[in-house]
């Protein structure tokens, strides 16, 4: 498919999708939401991707929010689309995917960009990135999700003061404070999030779904983690993954999953 907004790239089992406006700072625009939903729904479904890099264009910018120029008109219905259409096709669809994906922080991640990175599974930056939900210094507040994920990531007291004072903080503090994993110079980013992608390659893919699904569970209401647990803890049992897992083990063997 073509794309006019991002970029996409199929190393080996890695698919690596590249948001690709570096003037705008790659702000999510309208088209940019929908042709990302497009590239993580066909990766999702592609059985020789096994893991997915997200990752923002140029130097300088992972994304810096949700393209201002585009919603400075609307109004409070078209404020409460704009959000709930975000969350559903990109934001939530997102931290649901099954395929494991892995946002590359490589510069400013604000507002909605750090909303993209919250909904991802895998946090790691370069040590340019600013972090922030600058939303309340533009009179409104992050509609993609921010106010839930932010607090389940680094607790209600750092999300309430990151969102109140609108301040961005450093990937060191990122670090320190639970929002990314890793730190690494800007030139080692992919290297790194290549390395992570490759070592969860080598694992079930099956078991994968089935782990990212009990850990979301959470966070969903009326959905109880521990029952979800049980129900695919039992469904690895029926698939041929399982087998080859065990009965590599037993015969002393590597693995063969892919
Ligand atoms: N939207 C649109 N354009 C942007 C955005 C953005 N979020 N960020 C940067 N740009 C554009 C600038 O307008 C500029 O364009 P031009 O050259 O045509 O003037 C270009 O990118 C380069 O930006 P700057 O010249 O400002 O670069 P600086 O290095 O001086 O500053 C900053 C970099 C600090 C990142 C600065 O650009 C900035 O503050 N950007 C806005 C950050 C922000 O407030 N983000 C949050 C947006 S709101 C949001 O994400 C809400 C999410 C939830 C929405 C739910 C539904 C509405």
């Known amino acids: 498919m073509n794309y006019e907004n991002i970029t996409t790239e199929q190393k080996d089992l890695i698919h690596i999708i590249t948001i690709n406006r570096p003037k705008q700072l790659n702000a999510l625009n309208k088209d940019t939401i929908q042709e990302l939903h497009e590239a993580l729904k066909s990766a999702n479904k592609d059985s020789k991707t096994r893991v ?34 975000g969350q559903e096709i990109l934001f939530n669809y997102l931290q649901n995917l099954t395929t494991p994906v892995i946002a590359a922080i490589n510069g400013f991640a604000l507002g909605g960009g750090l909303e993209l990175a919250m909904a991802s599974h895998i946090r790691i930056a370069s040590d340019n990135a600013k972090l922030g939900l600058p939303e309340v210094s533009l009179g409104v507040i992050p509609g993609y999700g921010g106010t839930q994920r932010l607090a389940q990531l680094v607790g209600r007291g750092k999300a309430m003061e990151m969102i109140t004072t609108a301040g961005m903080i450093s990937a060191d503090d990122a670090k320190d404070w639970g929002l990314v994993n890793h730190v690494v110079p800007q030139a080692e980013l992919m290297e790194l999030a290549e390395k992570i992608a490759g070592k969860i390659c080598n694992n079930s893919g099956s078991a994968i779904k089935s782990a990212i699904k009990a850990i979301n569970a959470n966070y969903v209401d009326g959905l109880n983690g521990f029952t979800v647990e049980v129900t695919e803890f039992g469904n690895c049992f029926g698939t041929d993954e399982f087998v080859e897992g065990t009965t590599a083990f037993l015969e002393k063997r590597k693995a063969n999953f892919n």
């Open 52 to 85: 997915i890099i997200l990752t923002g264009s140029g130097e300088k910018a992972f994304v810096a929010g949700a393209d201002i120029k585009e919603f400075a008109n609307y109004n409070v219905e078209q404020g409460q689309e704009l959000a709930a259409n």
